[in-house]
């Protein structure tokens, strides 16, 4: 009996100890450079460099809520991955960046970091940094991370 009780709890020491998750660390999921994606008729957009594609107009219409005009004369988004593999959205005309993470079959929003509440950006462009991602706006730059504006980041 002290024979066979030893065996069932080696054995399901065996069984949970193997069931233990394997993890691989580090990661870098980051983008080099951000991606200029055009916005089909569809709002679907595609990096075909790194098989991604996602569909865009729900946040059109978030971006644009009271500028349906906008969001229809949208023609292209902006889009970088950080380290950790969270996705940093903006386009021109956007007063916002949207920073998504990957869900199961979907990218979700994570955090809305607010640029500008008056003036909307021209021309934004994404720079792939060591520990944040770096926002060109209208000759500023401000230093972004998956929840926001770097402390000392706006320039």
Request: net charge positive; hydrophobic share 40%; glycine share 8%.
């Amino acid at each position: 009996m002290k024979n066979t009780l030893s065996i069932v709890i080696l054995s399901m020491a065996l069984l949970f100890g193997g069931c233990a998750s394997l993890q691989l660390q580090p990661v870098d999921f980051s983008w080099p450079a951000e991606e200029i994606l055009d916005i089909n008729s569809d709002g679907m957009v595609m990096a075909r460099q790194y098989n991604a594609g996602f569909n865009v107009k729900p946040l059109l219409s978030k971006e644009f809520a009271s500028d349906s005009t906008s969001a229809k004369n949208a023609t292209v988004v902006r889009v970088i991955r950080d380290k950790a593999g969270f996705y940093y959205i903006t386009a021109p005309k956007f007063k916002n960046v949207y920073v998504f993470q990957h869900a199961d079959g979907a990218l979700s929003l994570s955090y809305t970091i607010s640029i500008s509440q008056e003036k909307a950006m021209d021309d934004p462009k994404f720079n792939q940094r060591n520990t944040y991602i770096e926002l060109l706006n209208n000759g500023a730059k401000v230093q972004l991370t998956k929840g926001g504006i770097q402390q000392g980041g706006a320039k």
